[in-house]
C-alpha cells in the first residue's frame, strides 16, 4: 500500500483542485489557507488543504463574498481536515444568506422574462420602470429587486 504524503506541492494542490497557482498565492495572502516551507523555501501544504479551498470554491460559486468564506474557515479548524459537524454548523449560519439571495434571483428572473436588458422597448408594461423616481422612498438602488427581507418590492 502506497503511503499519500503528508505535505502536497503548490503545483500538487493546483493540480488536485483545479485552482490556478496564483488563485492559492491569493487565497493564502488573504489568510483563508496556509502553508509551511521547505528548507528550499518552497509552499507545502498540508492535504486538508484541499477541502478549505472545494469549501471556499463552493462558496464563491454561489456568491459569498471572500471577507463571509474567511470568517466562516476562520471557524474551522486549521490542522486537520473539518468534520461534518463542522461543515453543517457552516452551513447553518449561510441559510439566511443563501435563502435571501435565492428570493433576489428568483424576482429578478421573474421581473425581467419580457424585458430586453432594460434597453426598455417598452416603459407603461416594464416591471422595472419608475416613472419620475416615485420608488426613491424606499431608499437607493433596485428596490424591485432586492430580496423581500431586505425591502424589496
Same mark, same amino acid.
Given at each position: 500500500?502506497?503511503?499519500?504524503? +503528508? $505535505?502536497?506541492?503548490?503545483? =500538487? @494542490?493546483? +493540480?488536485?483542485?483545479? @485552482?490556478? $497557482?496564483?488563485? &492559492?498565492?491569493?487565497?493564502? +495572502?488573504?489568510?483563508?489557507?496556509?502553508?509551511? /516551507?521547505?528548507?528550499?523555501?518552497? /509552499? /507545502?501544504?498540508? /492535504?486538508? @488543504? &484541499? %477541502? %478549505?479551498?472545494?469549501?471556499? #470554491?463552493?462558496? =464563491? #460559486?454561489?456568491?459569498l463574498s471572500l471577507e463571509d468564506i474567511s470568517e466562516a474557515l476562520a471557524s474551522l479548524p486549521t490542522d486537520h481536515a473539518p468534520t461534518k459537524a463542522d461543515w453543517a454548523r457552516v452551513s #447553518? +449560519?449561510?441559510? $439566511?444568506? &443563501? !435563502?435571501?439571495?435565492? !428570493?433576489?434571483?428568483? %424576482?429578478?428572473? !421573474?421581473r425581467l422574462t419580457g424585458c430586453v436588458g432594460c434597453g426598455c422597448l417598452s416603459l407603461r408594461s416594464c416591471g422595472l420602470y419608475n416613472a419620475e423616481d416615485q420608488l426613491s422612498r424606499f431608499g437607493p438602488g433596485a428596490s424591485k429587486l432586492r430580496p423581500a427581507t431586505e425591502g424589496g418590492l
Open positions: 500500500m502506497t503511503r499519500l504524503a +503528508e $505535505h502536497l506541492s503548490i503545483g =500538487q @494542490v493546483a +493540480e488536485r483542485s483545479g @485552482v490556478p $497557482h496564483t488563485a &492559492l498565492r491569493f487565497y493564502e +495572502e488573504k489568510g483563508l489557507i496556509s502553508s509551511e /516551507r521547505s528548507a528550499g523555501n518552497q /509552499r /507545502r501544504y498540508a /492535504r486538508s @488543504v &484541499l %477541502r %478549505r479551498i472545494a469549501f471556499i #470554491r463552493a462558496a =464563491q #460559486r454561489v456568491g #447553518r +449560519e449561510w441559510q $439566511h444568506e &443563501l !435563502d435571501a439571495r435565492i !428570493d433576489a434571483l428568483q %424576482r429578478l428572473r !421573474d
